[in-house]
């Protein structure tokens, strides 16, 4: 097998060469492992397990620590820094940081992971032959999921975020102790805001689909987002001039999730409610407080009181 980056092969000790450290052999190719990668002592006839990397003058070399991530493989890597222009740092377990290049991350700044986050990545070489990880997708992930269960339905869980799209945000929902998680979506109608990768997220599952994957949302459900969307509403109102605002149940969907992070639909729901309390009323594709629903923000004004 010829000695490439990004394994973890059994050597044996050829050597030790001061004040670099040993070369290791698998019969055929030397390479250095310096004495800062050792674990422990080792010396000429030893076997020793190593992980093969570049190190900073682009030289095949072995360590002894533990990487968290091999060739091939996909893991959870924490960022812990960002180059403006080559990419982002990934921890991989070593001392030494793995490249994400910003050539594997969205286009928008604003969906690319920030520092602490955590992505799942797979790790391959790139022209030179050098250590570099790209985002792991459906190809990679897929076969470590499971199907999510029944049980999940409507409860609050955690998700992470693995692939951004504007029709939708791919995620992973943990699994906690059934096991790696479950792929689902968040369809940009579920959304209330945009997404970026490694972030994590609150979601609620509304849907299994056959093959084990899940339709979530970010909203809750009809009848508390009611009450929520409405209160926000109110709030708003109340804080206008006039208590009046440009927005009515005629307002398109876009502007009314950019204003208020809500869908038409939970808008137009939570208008409802507010008319049927007496609360607001609509004319010429204006919303207006009523007259009881400006006496309702004067009880609230803690100066009304004085």
Do not use: C
Request: aromatic share 8%.
């Amino acid at each position: 097998m010829t000695m490439e980056a990004g394994q973890v092969l059994t050597l044996r000790v050829a050597k030790e060469v001061p004040p670099y450290g040993f070369f290791v052999t698998d019969g055929t190719r030397e390479v250095l492992l310096h004495y800062t990668e050792k674990t422990r002592n080792i010396k000429p006839g030893d076997s020793v397990e190593v992980f093969l990397f570049y190190d900073t003058e682009d030289r095949l070399a072995a360590t002894m620590k533990k990487p968290l991530i091999r060739l091939d493989e996909v893991a959870l890597l924490e960022v812990v820094d960002i180059h403006p222009r080559i990419g982002t740092f990934l921890d991989m377990g070593l001392g030494r940081n793995l490249l994400l290049p910003f050539s594997e991350q969205p286009e928008m700044k604003e969906l690319r992971p920030q520092k602490g986050d955590r992505v799942y990545v797979a790790l391959q070489h790139d022209r030179q032959g050098r250590l570099v990880a790209r985002l792991a997708g459906e190809a990679e992930l897929v076969p470590l999921a499971i199907p999510a269960p029944s049980t999940w339905i409507n409860q609050w869980m955690e998700a992470r975020v693995y692939k951004p799209l504007q029709l939708g945000t791919f995620v992973v929902v943990d699994g906690g102790v059934a096991g790696f998680g479950a792929i689902g979506m968040i369809h940009s109608s579920e959304r209330t805001r945009m997404l970026r990768v490694g972030e994590t997220v609150k979601v609620r599952p509304v849907f299994i689909r056959e093959d084990g994957r899940v339709n979530l949302t970010m909203r809750e459900s009809k009848e508390k987002g009611r009450e929520e969307d409405s209160t926000k509403i109110l709030d708003f109102l109340l804080a206008r001039p006039g208590g009046a605002m440009p927005y009515s149940d005629s307002t398109q969907a876009d502007i009314l999730m950019t204003k208020f992070g809500v869908s038409k639909g939970a808008f137009k729901r939570a208008l409802g409610k507010l008319m049927k309390e007496g609360l607001i009323e609509q004319r010429e594709n204006w919303t207006y407080l009523t007259e009881a629903g400006k006496k309702l923000g004067e009880k609230g004004d803690p100066e009304s009181e004085q």
